[in-house]
């Protein structure tokens, strides 16, 4: 099959394609591949993952990722950013592992532009995607799996609820889902996150906000259901077979309106419960805590966006894949 690329609203050198998939119970679905190829052939790709109610707007990112010598990768999964179409719910689905048939078809895109070599950089939401899709792909390349190294951004690994709605307390949650999955859960605190990281509020970033709302976007019952259901299985343990780095902020923060604390921690999800539960990814994970750094540690401020990238090359080294001779 011939596939056509034509260059992304992000300009030169992004190109774009669009993957079409059969109807869900909103009707058609598609997902959108984002290409950069790095200044030199190479057979190493990279493949970013958003998170909830995201898409891909991080050039510098690619550029990072293009300076390790790595062709890179981006798709906006079904019903978010590029793969919004106006019949569908933002950033809604029934069961995570609708995802798989995005994150099969992109690698399929991969592998067929010539990459024999290929690893995955998700964030939060997309974080816990990519975990479940790499363990339910474990067996692939004889028991190497699909993937041949996964970088965690902030993975969405526990809500961020008080402990008497975890595990058993949340199970209404569930039962919603199940019988009302359109129902529209109240958030237990509103977040200012988006502020810390968008230019025209105390941040640096430029980014639709049809696409990525400064407000959120409402969680519905039916998509809280599929967290919960794919948390579980994680915390049952998965048995992701490549070297897996989980990164995350030192620090925590909640609050309702605007605090200078916003721009040094989390504001979204716990950081402590997603070092308690990065080791139940793998066999081999390497957790790394980032000082300073925001839910989205790729949008932090400078000294910590710095950091994290530093880490990200020295794990590279250790564990990533080397360049075919």
């Known amino acids: 099959m011939v596939r056509t690329w034509v260059t992304d609203l992000l300009g030169e050198p992004y190109e774009r394609t669009t993957l079409e998939f059969g109807p869900d119970e909103q009707g058609p679905v598609v997902a959108t591949v984002i290409r950069r ?12 993952v958003h998170g909830y109610a995201d898409y891909f707007f991080q050039t510098h990112l690619a550029d990072f990722w293009v300076e390790q010598g790595y062709d890179f990768y981006a798709v906006d999964l079904r019903k978010n950013g590029r793969s919004w179409l106006s019949h569908q719910t933002l950033a809604y689905v029934r069961h995570l592992g609708e995802y798989a048939a995005d994150l099969d078809a992109t690698y399929a895109l991969i592998t067929a532009d010539g990459h024999d070599s290929v690893i995955l950089n998700a964030h939060s939401t997309g974080g816990l995607i990519a975990a479940m899709w790499a363990h339910a792909r474990r067996d692939r390349r004889d028991g190497r799996g699909i993937l041949d190294a996964m970088l965690l951004n902030s993975p969405f690994f526990q809500l961020p609820v008080p402990p008497a709605l975890r595990g058993r307390g949340g199970d209404w949650i569930e039962a919603l889902g199940r019988t009302r999955p359109m129902a529209v859960i109240p958030s237990l605190h509103r977040t200012p996150y988006s502020e810390s990281v968008h230019a025209d509020y105390y941040g640096e970033w430029q980014f639709d906000l049809r696409w990525k709302p400064i407000v959120g976007v409402p969680l519905r019952a039916g998509w809280l259901r599929a967290v919960r259901v794919a948390q579980r299985q994680l915390h049952g343990g998965l048995e992701v077979p490549c070297p897996v780095l989980v990164a995350a902020s030192t620090a925590y923060v909640i609050t309702r309106g605007w605090d200078e604390s916003l721009l040094t921690a989390d504001a979204v999800l716990d950081v402590e419960q997603t070092a308690r539960w990065a080791p139940k990814v793998g066999p081999l994970v390497t957790v790394q805590r980032i000082a300073g750094g925001l839910h989205d540690l790729a949008l932090s401020p400078k000294p910590a966006r710095e950091r994290y990238f530093q880490a990200l090359s020295r794990w590279l080294r250790a564990y ?6």
Not at 320 to 325: C, F, H, I, L, Q
């Open 37 to 48: 190829r790095a200044a030199v052939a190479t057979r190493r790709a990279m493949l970013y």
């Open 320 to 325: 990533g894949p080397k360049e075919n001779a």
